[in-house]
């Protein structure tokens, strides 16, 4: 009896969420916005991913949403360096959702064409489960994590549409093994392109801002 | 109205897992086993910690519940060194609760007086949030996630009874910055015991061995 009622309400989160997601993504279509959704766990670079790409794009101008439990650390260091960043802050909940992206989007401004780069709450699990409008889930692991990531979290591995590879800078101190995280990875997600990258180095981050820009928000 | 609805059914799931985990804790006292709780983001390195506390514990002997959404690779790894170990599969919940601990207690031998370590699903934000039965909340933390962990996931330092910095190996070639982390650390939790360990080295472990079996399953 408890289950069923449980289910329920779940359902509905997910039914009502899905509606309001699809109404951000054609909102931010008719404006020539691109929408990434920035998935990873804490401490894979999720910012420092984005301060690396910005650089390296070429037409478009980069656009944030910061997603946080609590603090707006990344959200200050981002509007120091002159990028248009708005904070949301869940104080407890471990996901964005579309209701939260909704609010944020209306409270921007969008003066010309570009990429909406949302940054998730630090999480492999649960952002995982919830559009939030996104045309494009980007999802971030790490050499320092160890390869087995895809085998023990595959719902975020099945549903990213390019997945980077971070901290390779790292490779030499680590034992990560390449072959069988990719193995992993085609597991869950035939096509998914993989960029390796480093955060300290800069490397790789041309190519993934080229494949963005590549993209189209229809 | 819906608001309503599913703040009921959150106070009501919160308030059957603690009675369980009140069962849970109680049986395992009674046979002189103590609870601990490991959590951390996925990669820090769980299961690593284990292998390395185990050869320091003198008198207690280790007993192991692995938690993953999928896969048992860590389970097969433990069992192949010899170690008790019994695997959970969430297939997708981000979080252990009580009644999945106490399923799986009723299934294993507690032959002698020791340490159930139960290895959490690998989140840094939803395991905070449940007691499983454990005696002690063991938070492990990384150098290679950041200093600025504490600030944005302030519930997991908060309840912590001991926190492990693991990776020291690898601070030569990270920014770390341990003060504004232990300034993070004692904002949530005054007191809590933090140990630098390192799964590579073996750095700290027997400290931290020691410190488990100092404690109390009463």
């Given at each position: 009896?408890?289950?069923?009622?449980?289910?329920?309400?779940?359902?509905?989160?997910?039914?009502?969420?899905?509606?309001?997601?699809?109404?951000?993504?054609?909102?931010?279509?008719?404006?020539?916005?691109?929408?990434v959704n920035v998935m990873g766990?804490?401490?894979v670079g999720k910012t420092t991913t984005l301060k690396n790409i910005f650089p390296h794009l070429?037409?478009a101008k980069p656009y944030v949403i910061e997603g946080?439990?609590?603090?707006?650390i990344d959200t200050?260091d981002l509007q120091n360096m002159g990028f248009d960043t708005y904070?949301?802050?869940?104080?407890?909940?471990?996901?964005?959702?579309?209701?939260?992206?909704?609010?944020?989007?209306?409270?921007?401004?969008?003066?010309?064409?570009g990429i909406l780069f949302i940054e998730n709450?630090g999480?492999?699990?649960?952002?995982?489960?919830?559009?939030?409008?996104?045309?494009i889930?980007m999802?971030i692991?790490?050499?320092?994590?160890?390869?087995?990531?895809?085998?023990?979290?595959?719902?975020?591995?099945?549903?990213?549409?390019?997945?980077l590879?971070n901290?390779?800078?790292?490779?030499?101190?680590?034992?990560?093994?390449?072959?069988?995280?990719?193995?992993?990875?085609?597991?869950?997600?035939?096509?998914?392109?993989?960029?390796?990258v480093?955060g300290?180095?800069g490397?790789?981050y041309?190519?993934v801002a080229?494949?963005l820009?590549?993209?189209?928000?229809?």
């Amino acid at each position: 009896m408890h289950d069923v009622i449980r289910l329920d309400v779940k359902e509905n989160i997910h039914s009502e969420n899905d509606h309001i997601a699809d109404h951000v993504r054609q909102h931010l279509s008719e404006d020539g916005i691109l929408v990434v959704n920035v998935m990873g766990a804490p401490g894979v670079g999720k910012t420092t991913t984005l301060k690396n790409i910005f650089p390296h794009l070429r037409k478009a101008k980069p656009y944030v949403i910061e997603g946080d439990i609590e603090s707006d650390i990344d959200t200050v260091d981002l509007q120091n360096m002159g990028f248009d960043t708005y904070q949301i802050n869940t104080f407890g909940a471990c996901h964005l959702d579309a209701p939260l992206i909704h609010d944020a989007i209306h409270k921007m401004d969008f003066d010309k064409e570009g990429i909406l780069f949302i940054e998730n709450i630090g999480n492999l699990v649960c952002p995982a489960e919830f559009s939030i409008g996104e045309h494009i889930k980007m999802l971030i692991s790490t050499v320092t994590e160890g390869s087995d990531k895809p085998y023990k979290y595959p719902l975020a591995f099945e549903k990213a549409d390019i997945i980077l590879i971070n901290k390779c800078d790292l490779l030499p101190y680590v034992d990560f093994d390449e072959d069988f995280f990719m193995k992993g990875v085609r597991a869950q997600n035939k096509d998914v392109p993989v960029f390796k990258v480093s955060g300290k180095t800069g490397e790789g981050y041309r190519e993934v801002a080229a494949w963005l820009e590549s993209r189209n928000p229809d």
